[in-house]
Nanobody, 126 residues
């Protein structure tokens, strides 16, 4: 079982930047796919970005809504992944959660993951 803890959320003005971190309790740098999802009240979790593990090099994927604005990265030495968010918009307001799983079938589907963090609130004011 992998435990995930997010940090870095808060309030930011539109156009600003924020970096989220997700620290894992165990070694997740081999075989583990990790993703960021976000959720607003009354809506399902939405895929934001994910890293697909590969022995030949990780591959990173983004939702169209954040492509070009968000960058996800992984620091294997710290067992931590980051989500650097720039040019933030009010519609980016949500609870952001990280998720991890070994060799998940579908990277951008929440049901693929069994390990979730508690989430961190990101609020973008207009």
């Amino acid at each position: 079982q992998v435990q995930l803890v997010e940090s870095g959320g808060g309030l930011v003005q539109a156009g600003g930047s924020m970096r989220l971190a997700c620290a894992a309790s165990g070694r997740t740098n081999s075989g583990y796919d990790i993703a960021w999802f976000r959720q607003t009240p009354g809506k399902e979790r939405e895929f934001v970005a994910g890293i697909k593990w590969s022995g030949s090099g990780d591959r990173t994927f983004y939702a169209d809504s954040v492509k070009g604005r968000f960058i996800m990265s992984r620091d294997n030495a710290k067992d931590t992944v980051y989500l650097q968010m720039t040019s933030l918009k009010p519609e980016d307001t949500a609870v952001y959660s990280c998720a991890a799983g070994r060799f998940v079938m579908v990277l951008n589907t929440a049901s693929s993951y069994h390990n979730w963090g508690q989430g961190t609130q990101v609020t973008v004011s207009s």
